[in-house]
Structures are given as structure tokens and as C-alpha cells.
């Protein structure tokens, strides 16, 4: 238990190292608040050439695309483990990874994050809610309950049971009410500022009954 507690912890560190980098990233939407590319240069926060590629006794991990029917459609990418071989094991954990108002699940493979989980054994899934990426708007999500089947639905289609759910900004308005309503059937929550906590009131947090784990403030 302590060994798979100090792996949690270690991949918690590399999450956010992750998720600063993410954070940092040019906009790609209208209206938002990310330093340019440019801008991040000349802060000295990355290096004006792309990064180096990985080294040649990595393991390769294949990102794979799908899309579930229904309304909305729901696009997917998701990256399975692996051992140091390269052959597909069990998942020690799953993890379905949202993304904010100026990303997409793309954002999550481009990082580098759905290689890195995979390659310490966990099944990592990134969604594009509806209206970003190749996920199509719904006048089907505009309330909580309805963004709570949502992710219902696609939890259960894909198999996904007691999983890590990460929600950057944005994607609050469906990881909190969420959580308030299905907390037991999630392993961890990882909010990183999720938007819409001030509707939750404190006696509705004393009632979550998920393992919470707070990255960013």
C-alpha cells in the first residue's frame, strides 16, 4: 500500500509539472487569459526550439481516437499501459482527464501527459466535452443534471469504474456537480481552479465521499 501510495505521490508531482506547462500554453480560443507563445519566450518559461525527442529505449505508447454515439457525440483519445517491453497490461488505475475553455483533449497528448501515464501503468482517457475539439455543442448539456449523465455516460461505455478524474477551469460546470452526486464512485478527484465552486456549499463538501487531491489552488 505504501509503495503504491509513493507512486501516486510521485505521478501527482509529474502531473503538475504537467499541468503548469498546460496552464502556460499560447490560446487557441478567443478570450483567453494564456501568455502567447512569444510571450513565454521571451519570460524564459520554454526554449525557442522544439524539445528534444525521446530517448531511444523508451516505450513507444499509441494514442488511440474514438468517438461514442448518442447526443452528443463524445470524441475521445486514450492511451492503455504498457511495460518496459511494450506489451499491454492490466491498468493499476484509470484516469479521464477534462480539459479547460482554450484546449481539448489534444492538449493532454501533445504534453506528452496520456504517454506518461500510460507508461506507469495507468489507462488514461482525455474527452472532448461537447462544443471543443471534435466534440459537437448540445443544447442537450445545458444544466448540471444533464452534464452529470453526460459523464455518466461515457464512464459507463467505456468500462471506466472508480476512476481519477482531473478538471482543469472550464470543466468544473461537469466535474463538481459530478462529484456531488456520484463522489463513491470515484478513486480520486484532481481539481486544478475548477470553476463553479462557490455554488457548492460547505456542508455539500463535508459530504463528498471521494479521496480528493488538490494540485493547484
Same mark, same amino acid.
Not at 509513493?6 to 501568455?35: D, F, H, K, W
Not at 520554454?46 to 452528443?72: E, F, K
Given at each position: 500500500?505504501?509503495f503504491? #501510495?509513493? &507512486? ?6 509529474v502531473?503538475?509539472a504537467?499541468v503548469?506547462? +498546460?496552464?502556460?500554453?499560447? $490560446?487557441? &480560443?478567443?478570450?483567453?487569459m ?7 519566450? #521571451?519570460?524564459g518559461l520554454?526554449?525557442a526550439? *522544439? ?7 523508451s516505450v513507444?505508447?499509441?494514442? &488511440?481516437t474514438?468517438?461514442?454515439?448518442g447526443? *452528443?457525440?463524445? @470524441? @475521445? %483519445?486514450e492511451a492503455?499501459p504498457?511495460d518496459?517491453?511494450?506489451r ?6 484509470q484516469?479521464?482527464?477534462l480539459?479547460?475553455?482554450? @484546449?481539448?483533449?489534444k492538449?493532454?497528448?501533445?504534453l506528452?501527459?496520456?504517454? !506518461?501515464?500510460? $507508461? ?9 466535452? *461537447?462544443?471543443f ?7 442537450s ?5 444533464? %452534464?452529470?449523465?453526460?459523464?455518466? &455516460? ?6 471506466? %469504474?472508480a476512476?481519477? !478524474? ?5 470543466s468544473?460546470?461537469?466535474? !463538481?456537480? @459530478?462529484?456531488?452526486?456520484h463522489s ?9 481552479? *475548477? ?9 455539500? +463538501? %463535508?459530504?463528498?465521499q $471521494?479521496y $480528493?487531491?488538490?494540485?493547484l489552488?
Amino acid at each position: 500500500m505504501n509503495f503504491f #501510495r509513493n &507512486r501516486l505521490v510521485v505521478l501527482g508531482l509529474v502531473l503538475l509539472a504537467t499541468v503548469l506547462l +498546460y496552464l502556460l500554453l499560447p $490560446s487557441m &480560443r478567443q478570450g483567453s487569459m494564456e501568455p502567447s507563445l512569444e510571450v513565454q519566450q #521571451r519570460m524564459g518559461l520554454i526554449a525557442a526550439s *522544439p524539445p528534444p525527442p525521446p530517448p531511444p529505449n523508451s516505450v513507444n505508447i499509441t494514442v &488511440r481516437t474514438g468517438q461514442l454515439p448518442g447526443d *452528443p457525440p463524445l @470524441f @475521445f %483519445r486514450e492511451a492503455l499501459p504498457v511495460d518496459s517491453a511494450g506489451r499491454q497490461i492490466v491498468p493499476r488505475l484509470q484516469l479521464v482527464l477534462l480539459h479547460g475553455q482554450a @484546449f481539448t483533449s489534444k492538449t493532454w497528448e501533445e504534453l506528452g501527459t496520456l504517454s !506518461l501515464l500510460a $507508461s506507469n501503468g495507468y489507462q488514461a482517457l482525455a474527452l472532448d466535452l *461537447p462544443g471543443f475539439g471534435n466534440s459537437p455543442d448540445s443544447e442537450s448539456v445545458k444544466s448540471d443534471q444533464s %452534464r452529470v449523465d453526460l459523464l455518466k &455516460r461515457f464512464l459507463e461505455s467505456l468500462g471506466v %469504474r472508480a476512476p481519477v !478524474l482531473l478538471s482543469p477551469s472550464m470543466s468544473g460546470h461537469y466535474a !463538481l456537480p @459530478f462529484l456531488q452526486k456520484h463522489s463513491a464512485q470515484l478513486h480520486g478527484f484532481v481539481p486544478i481552479a *475548477p470553476v463553479g465552486t462557490r455554488g457548492i456549499t460547505p456542508q455539500q +463538501y %463535508r459530504d463528498i465521499q $471521494s479521496y $480528493s487531491v488538490m494540485l493547484l489552488p
